[in-house]
């Protein structure tokens, strides 16, 4: 079992937010809160300002939180998928027919939980997929600075302070290596559905 096979598994919107989760390393209430004024896709990044939680927005976890993530190729595909003709910067990536934020407890009960279920799979939850995420950057030699950065970690520790001084460059090659642990094969691999690339 692969987390590609989960990922394909799922339906969407599950789908996507999963394989986001497991790119980005984001918290699923930072990813539900992502705003379309948050991302830039042409310069390959997106912002994490605030994060919701039961539907409602709030303050990020803490300062280093709040923090640039550069975007691999993948991840641009996904989000260019799911964006609309006519973009509205504040409305939200993810959100229901209202505009109101996703209900994580409703997609992992509707939809994660039934998938892992029918794979054999038990504890899976939207966390998992963050851990996923910091695997994979390990499995390429991440530093431990950008991981934490990467991830929005607070950390005293002066080693990490070091490594996180140099985020910006470190950051993208430990992005773009781990997404190549997801696909293999390149720009040709089938992980998705309408955001494959083949």
Same mark, same amino acid.
């Given at each position: 079992?692969?987390?590609?096979?989960?990922?394909?598994?799922?339906?969407?919107?599950?789908?996507?937010?999963?394989?986001?989760?497991?790119?980005?390393?984001?918290?699923?209430?930072?990813?539900? #809160?992502?705003?379309?004024?948050?991302?830039?896709?042409?310069?390959?990044?997106?912002?994490?300002?605030?994060?919701? %939680?039961?539907?409602?927005?709030?303050?990020?976890?803490?300062?280093?939180?709040?923090?640039? &993530?550069?975007?691999?190729?993948?991840?641009?595909?996904?989000?260019?998928?799911?964006?609309?003709?006519?973009?509205?910067?504040?409305?939200?990536?993810?959100? #229901?027919?209202?505009?109101?934020?996703?209900?994580?407890?409703?997609?992992?009960?509707?939809? &994660?939980?039934?998938?892992?279920?029918?794979?054999? &799979? #038990?504890?899976?939850?939207?966390?998992?997929?963050?851990?996923?995420?910091?695997? &994979?950057?390990?499995?390429?030699?991440?530093?431990?600075?950008?991981?934490? #950065?990467?991830?929005?970690?607070?950390?005293?520790?002066?080693?990490?302070?070091? %490594?996180?001084?140099?985020?910006?460059?470190?950051?993208?090659?430990?992005?773009?290596?781990?997404?190549?642990?997801?696909?293999?094969?390149?720009?040709?691999?089938?992980?998705?559905?309408?955001?494959?690339?083949?």
């Amino acid at each position: 079992m692969t987390i590609q096979t989960l990922i394909e598994k799922l339906p969407d919107p599950s789908h996507s937010i999963a394989a986001l989760l497991a790119l980005t390393g984001l918290r699923i209430g930072e990813l539900l #809160a992502l705003r379309w004024q948050d991302v830039d896709l042409e310069n390959a990044h997106l912002w994490v300002r605030q994060t919701v %939680y039961e539907g409602h927005f709030d303050e990020l976890k803490s300062k280093r939180s709040k923090r640039k &993530l550069p975007l691999a190729a993948m991840s641009i595909l996904i989000v260019r998928s799911l964006q609309p003709r006519e973009v509205d910067p504040s409305k939200l990536v993810f959100s #229901a027919r209202n505009g109101s934020p996703l209900s994580r407890r409703n997609l992992l009960n509707r939809q &994660l939980k039934p998938v892992c279920k029918s794979l054999g &799979l #038990a504890e899976v939850n939207w966390h998992w997929f963050r851990h996923a995420h910091a695997t &994979l950057l390990d499995s390429v030699g991440t530093p431990l600075g950008t991981t934490q #950065a990467l991830l929005g970690h607070s950390s005293p520790d002066m080693t990490r302070e070091v %490594y996180i001084g140099s985020v910006s460059e470190d950051a993208r090659q430990a992005v773009e290596r781990g997404e190549t642990l997801l696909d293999p094969n390149g720009p040709k691999f089938r992980i998705g559905r309408k955001w494959q690339v083949l």
